[in-house]
């Protein structure tokens, strides 16, 4: 009433969540709040198509968002709208990113979203835990872009953590952790980091289908624009891939997972 101006000092957050199961080729629940939403566009692969959506347009220092996906005696496919934005942060909150899924009786679910693009000053956490059976397979992706290139910006500050665990009969058969912090242009440019380049990449593969995945893939390795290695070890396939452009980048993903696939990816993908 004494004209004094009052502001609030807690910044606006965003939340999301997404919870997708599929049970004999049918959806079984969908539940979704927040900025989280799932769509299910038809398709006329093999697999449910799945596509998350961020409606806040990407995530900064203390956001938090959850997904999870299932898939028991299904096929599914899980993507995502376009590229996720890890914005800089004017705080020092981290934004977490929680995925959990699994399949069993057969199923597959594969998790092969757009690539995220880490912005100077960007704070993120990520986690992915995945739970499958003998008899189901997965197939996770994940790319990192390091700077908006097209802006001219380098990647000189920023906080990034990335930790997977898969599961196999409540068993783990694979387990990898990484972390951008401190020094992030020496750690990128380092022999042992990226060499420099804009974008990195991981997929793995767990399921039966080991061998044909690994045939699928070697003949291809030799044409590609960009650096990838593939090891096939203790039953499960690795694949990491680096790339001094990242449409480059992109383009030779969509030809591996086409590949391991043996179908096209979502047309979102070519959005």
Same mark, same amino acid.
């Given at each position: 009433?004494?004209?004094?101006?009052?502001?609030?000092?807690?910044?606006?957050?965003?939340?999301?969540?997404?919870?997708?199961?599929?049970?004999?080729?049918?959806?079984?629940?969908?539940?979704?709040?927040?900025?989280?939403?799932?769509?299910?566009?038809?398709?006329?692969?093999?697999?449910?198509?799945?596509?998350?959506?961020?409606?806040?347009?990407?995530?900064?220092?203390?956001?938090?968002?959850?997904?999870?996906?299932?898939?028991?005696?299904?096929?599914?496919?899980?993507?995502?709208?376009? @590229?996720?934005?890890?914005?800089?942060?004017?705080?020092?909150?981290?934004?977490? &990113?929680?995925?959990?899924?699994?399949?069993?009786?057969?199923?597959?679910?594969?998790?092969?979203?757009?690539?995220?693009?880490?912005?100077?000053?960007?704070?993120?956490?990520?986690?992915?835990?995945?739970?499958?059976?003998?008899?189901?397979?997965?197939?996770?992706?994940?790319?990192?872009?390091?700077?908006?290139?097209?802006?001219?910006?380098?990647?000189?500050?920023?906080?990034?953590?990335?930790?997977?665990?898969?599961?196999?009969?409540?068993?783990?058969?694979?387990?990898?952790?990484?972390?951008?912090?401190?020094?992030? @242009?020496?750690?990128?440019?380092?022999?042992?980091?990226?060499?420099? @380049?804009? &974008?990195?990449?991981?997929?793995?593969?767990?399921?039966?289908?080991?061998?044909?995945?690994?045939?699928?893939?070697?003949?291809?390795?030799?044409?590609?624009?960009?650096? @990838?290695?593939?090891?096939?070890?203790?039953?499960?396939?690795?694949?990491?891939?680096?790339?001094?452009?990242?449409?480059?980048?992109?383009?030779?993903?969509?030809?591996?997972?086409?590949?391991?696939?043996?179908?096209?990816?979502?047309?979102?993908?070519?959005?």
């Amino acid at each position: 009433m004494d004209g004094t101006n009052i502001f609030a000092t807690a910044l606006q957050r965003s939340r999301g969540a997404v919870d997708v199961a599929f049970r004999a080729g049918a959806l079984d629940r969908l539940y979704q709040s927040g900025a989280a939403k799932a769509l299910l566009p038809r398709s006329f692969n093999r697999a449910h198509e799945i596509v998350l959506v961020n409606t806040a347009g990407g995530v900064t220092g203390g956001d938090a968002y959850r997904y999870e996906c299932s898939s028991d005696a299904s096929q599914v496919l899980v993507t995502t709208q376009t @590229a996720e934005r890890a914005y800089a942060s004017s705080t020092t909150d981290i934004a977490s &990113m929680i995925i959990k899924l699994s399949a069993r009786n057969g199923a597959a679910l594969h998790w092969v979203p757009q690539e995220t693009i880490l912005f100077d000053e960007s704070r993120l956490a990520r986690s992915i835990e995945i739970d499958l059976d003998a008899s189901s397979e997965c197939l996770v992706l994940e790319s990192l872009v390091f700077g908006r290139h097209a802006m001219g910006e380098t990647l000189a500050n920023c906080y990034f953590t990335d930790h997977w665990r898969i599961r196999r009969d409540g068993h783990l058969v694979h387990a990898e952790a990484s972390r951008l912090d401190d020094d992030v @242009a020496g750690l990128l440019g380092a022999k042992a980091g990226t060499v420099g @380049a804009q &974008m990195a990449a991981t997929c793995v593969y767990v399921g039966p289908h080991l061998e044909q995945m690994k045939a699928n893939i070697e003949p291809m390795l030799a044409a590609l624009q960009t650096r @990838a290695a593939l090891s096939v070890w203790q039953d499960r396939l690795v694949l990491r891939l680096l790339a001094s452009q990242a449409m480059a980048g992109k383009a030779d993903l969509s030809r591996i997972i086409t590949a391991m696939r043996s179908e096209q990816l979502p047309g979102v993908w070519q959005s």
